[in-house]
């Protein structure tokens, strides 16, 4: 490629250490759909003749017909997928090969292979993130009056449900289906024509080659084009907070899934045993993808780290972007659809939740809310219903076995009505305003959820 500059050949651990194409080869579909669009603009603005074009294009048709059946293979000591697409091209098509690069770099070339790879791979994460949405509604729409205990601190607070609890994640989903959308439109600029960093003296016309690549534009600079990574930033970015909400919701089942909890029970098809303890039933899909949550927080740390101390515009350095950015898509997909399964097949225990709220106070704050109705001050009634936890506590009850004539032995106010007001879904039901657990308005809030797609 460059032997017209240098006197000897690049010393062989040197070029195994230079070379990428061990990994970069995943991106042959994109660099040879962004090579066919760039011969065909070529042709158009009459930079290439028309025989030397339809060469080219038919070149790439075949090599890319020969990936994709395993009779061309990866097997080469070519520096790059580029290189490796190029060479083969030349050695079936001759000369004509050597002028598809024409007006045109490996800086913007892989500048815009990553950007069409990264684009295709945004729309599969999305179906697989969109399977898992959708899965939480049906589960949650099945269990609208599933009771269970709200949690701060890892403390039972107030009642909740099953239902209301599953919305918070798919709150988390939506949000990240709306931050993979929003990188897609950013990133989806073609920096084709930027060549090393300042352009082209060919007529190039970089806009219809972006459009046949079903890009929204260009990019304005030809620097920024080649030295840009803001997008893969972005996209690990938003794949980093994606595997947090996954990460926080495989701690819960976790833990709901364990003797302590038993608030759900994993189908055996995903969870493993013991090589030693036959009566263990272990989450390792739920583990996994919380350890695994650590590995895309690198991959975006790496990438930061690589970016933060380049000058304008490409260096070599950047060649080590491809990697972490691959590695986290990976990590993403690979998540992605075993935990959808684990949600869409556990088995939901009702009984043990219920009784998990009651045998938690969660209804004390609703006691508190009684006595306000009542007439007394919300600090007094916070009182007394401390006062009436405190006192069920050391007797060993909740507190709608405590009679009435107790009840009234803390507060005169309080009357037979006390047991409905605080009962768990009474409690549950009168929380109607928007965002909160009332079964009607979850219901509606999965109905609105329902219409995001």
């Not at 030809?222 to 919701?249: C, K, N, P, W, Y």
């Not at 976790?254 to 036959?278: K, R, V």
């Not at 009435?404 to 005169?412: G, K, T």
Request: hydrophobic share 40%; charged share 25%; with cysteine.
């Amino acid at each position: 490629m460059w032997d017209g500059r240098f006197g000897k050949e690049t010393d062989a651990a040197a070029n195994d250490y230079n070379s990428s194409l061990s990994f970069d080869c995943r991106m042959y579909a994109q660099d040879i759909r962004g090579s066919m669009a760039h011969c065909r603009m070529l042709g158009k603005q009459g930079v290439l003749s028309k025989d030397d074009t339809d060469a080219i294009l038919a070149g790439l048709s075949g090599i890319l017909d020969d990936i994709q059946s395993g009779a061309l293979t990866f097997e080469s000591d070519a520096e790059d997928i580029h290189m490796f697409i190029e060479e083969e091209l030349t050695r079936r098509i001759g000369d004509a090969g050597k002028r598809l690069h024409t007006g045109r770099s490996r800086n913007d070339q892989v500048a815009l292979d990553i950007r069409l790879y990264l684009l295709d791979e945004m729309k599969e994460i999305r179906i697989l993130v969109m399977n898992l949405y959708t899965t939480l509604i049906r589960k949650a729409s099945e269990n609208l009056e599933t009771v269970m205990p709200g949690y701060t601190h890892l403390q039972r607070a107030q009642p909740i449900t099953f239902a209301h609890h599953l919305g918070a994640y798919i709150q988390m989903l939506r949000r990240d289906v709306t931050r993979l959308d929003d990188a897609y439109k950013r990133m989806n600029y073609s920096p084709l024509g930027s060549g090393a960093l300042a352009g082209t003296t060919y007529p190039l016309d970089r806009e219809s080659a972006a459009l046949e690549l079903g890009m929204e534009g260009v990019t304005d600079n030809s620097i920024d084009g080649v030295g840009d990574r803001d997008f893969a930033i972005e996209i690990t970015g938003a794949l980093s907070i994606l595997m947090m909400h996954l990460s926080r919701f495989s701690e819960e089942i976790i833990l709901w899934s364990s003797q302590e909890f038993a608030f759900i029970d994993l189908d055996d098809a995903y969870a493993t045993g013991s090589s030693i303890m036959p009566q263990k039933k272990n989450p390792d899909i739920a583990e996994l993808t919380r350890g695994k949550t650590g590995r895309v927080y690198g991959d975006l740390v790496a990438l930061l780290v690589v970016m933060k101390g380049l000058p304008l515009a490409y260096n070599k350095d950047m060649q080590e972007d491809k990697e972490s950015l691959f590695d986290a898509i990976d990590t993403v997909k690979g998540a992605l659809v075993p935990f959808t399964g684990m949600i869409d097949t556990m088995t939901v225990k009702k009984d043990s939740m219920e009784k998990a709220a009651a045998g938690g106070f969660t209804n004390a704050t609703d006691l508190a809310d009684y006595l306000v109705r009542k007439g007394l001050p919300f600090r007094s009634a916070h009182e007394v219903s401390g006062k009436l936890v405190k006192y069920c506590l050391d007797a060993g009850i909740s507190l709608l076995e405590v009679g009435i004539d107790e009840f009234r032995s803390f507060s005169p106010l309080i009357d037979e009505d006390i047991y409905d007001a605080i009962s768990l879904i009474t409690c549950i039901r009168n929380r109607t305003i928007t965002g909160a657990p009332s079964p009607d308005t979850v219901k509606a809030a999965l109905e609105r959820a329902a219409l995001f797609n």
